[in-house]
């Protein structure tokens, strides 16, 4: 399991948030305003106390609303980064209020060397979900991709398993609707597609903390290293 930082925890709770409720609200270009589902009471049959409860969070949002460049729906479901974004504990607004916490992506901020920088909106909503099936396909520049297994042996011996490592080589499950597309001209960069076989940078990647499915991570385009083509079987003369 990697740190929680890299985990994207997609639980799911009961909700009523209902987007059409603030259609009034106006998101400045490219920033998006999300609601995150409220922390859940339980896991199966057992009961959290209040701070457990807390820390498992879902990193799961109702956009409420989009600003102009945002590939993003008032009403989708999204899975994001739990760390980032500006959260507002207190959310009242003329005809709304909720006790969940709602966060604003795209004005983030962070210091680096010393400097505030922003943080781009798509860089912390990674994909969407469709709740009544657990479907999720990747968000905007990302791509969701089913990394190979880990290596664990070297010479046929096994691997102390600190030393155990993922090749960075997968198999890519979705591409988000701007991977690989020039934003200013609107130009394809690249063709990459469901089954294309690539090499990306593991530092990149995103877990998920509660999906099943252990190999399946998230990752954005720039971490694309190559993209391997199949070779065409030549005929021999004999």
């Known amino acids: 399991m990697a740190d929680r930082e890299k ?42 106390p209040d701070r457990l409860a807390a820390n498992m969070r879902p990193d799961v949002g109702i956009v409420l609303s989009a600003g102009y460049g945002v590939s993003l729906k008032p009403g989708q479901m999204v899975a994001v980064d739990g760390y980032q974004g500006q959260w507002l504990q207190e959310f009242e607004v003329p005809g709304y209020k909720t006790d969940n916490q709602v966060r604003v992506y795209g004005k983030s901020t962070a210091f680096v060397h010393g400097e505030c920088e922003r943080i781009p909106w798509d860089e912390c909503t990674l994909a969407l979900i469709i709740p009544e099936t657990m479907e999720m396909t990747a968000s905007h520049t990302n791509l969701f991709v089913r990394r190979d297994p880990m290596v664990t042996t070297d010479r046929g011996f096994l691997m102390p398993s600190k030393e155990h490592y ?73």
Do not use: Q
């Not at 991570?217 to 030549?234: G, Q, S, T």
């Open 166 to 238: 993922f090749t960075g080589m997968a198999t890519v499950e979705s591409v988000g609707p701007m991977a690989f597309v020039n934003e200013k001209t609107g130009e394809k960069l690249m063709d990459v597609k469901p089954g294309d076989r690539i090499h990306y940078d593991t530092r990149a990647e995103r877990e998920f903390a509660f999906e099943g499915d252990s190999d399946l991570v998230i990752i954005p385009d720039i971490a694309v290293n190559f993209v391997i083509e199949p070779v065409e079987e030549l005929a021999v003369a004999v």
């Open 7 to 48: 985990e994207v925890g997609i639980l799911l709770t009961d909700h009523n948030i209902d987007a059409s409720k603030v259609a009034h609200l106006k998101c400045p270009p490219y920033v998006v305003l999300v609601e995150m589902l409220p922390a859940g009471e339980k896991i199966g049959n057992i009961f959290l």
